[in-house]
């Protein structure tokens, strides 16, 4: 049974890994729902940096800090980082956490709506390969699982 860690949940217990942080479009589809729903018998940790609501640089610098914090050190923690980016030009954070999960030498698993914009840049400079479906990501990551289940 998978093991889920929250937003700003203690990062330093004990969990199984592969240890995976779920980034990406915090706004539509609950997609992150259908990872916890698909996998719910893996022996795996998922990250879930989700939160309800972003705390504004501008406004709370500290928490905003924090929060940002906590997201590194899952980033750290995490084996595999899979990312769902949503349409348009949002998921800036998670532009970075890809390069960061990449540098880092960590593997990942990259899907994107058909109108996310700049899928060519971020494929092209990363050599990652996108799908463009839920299921597709879930089928990469199933396979990803089971290299580690060996």
Known sequence: MYVLIKADE???KPMPKPRVF???VCKGREWRLEFFTRFEKSDVTFINPRRDNFIDPDIDPIGHATQVGWERQALDLADIGV???GEGLS???SRVE???MLGAGKPVLLGA???FMGVEHLTGFSGLV???SIDGLMNRFASLLASYEE
Do not use: D, S
Request: aromatic share 14%; glycine share 14%; net charge positive.
């Open 10 to 12: 203690p990062l330093n």
């Open 22 to 24: 779920l980034g990406g």
């Open 83 to 85: 990312f769902w980016l």
């Open 91 to 93: 998921n800036q954070a």
């Open 98 to 100: 890809i390069g960061y």
């Open 113 to 115: 709506e058909k109108k």
């Open 130 to 132: 996108a799908t463009n």
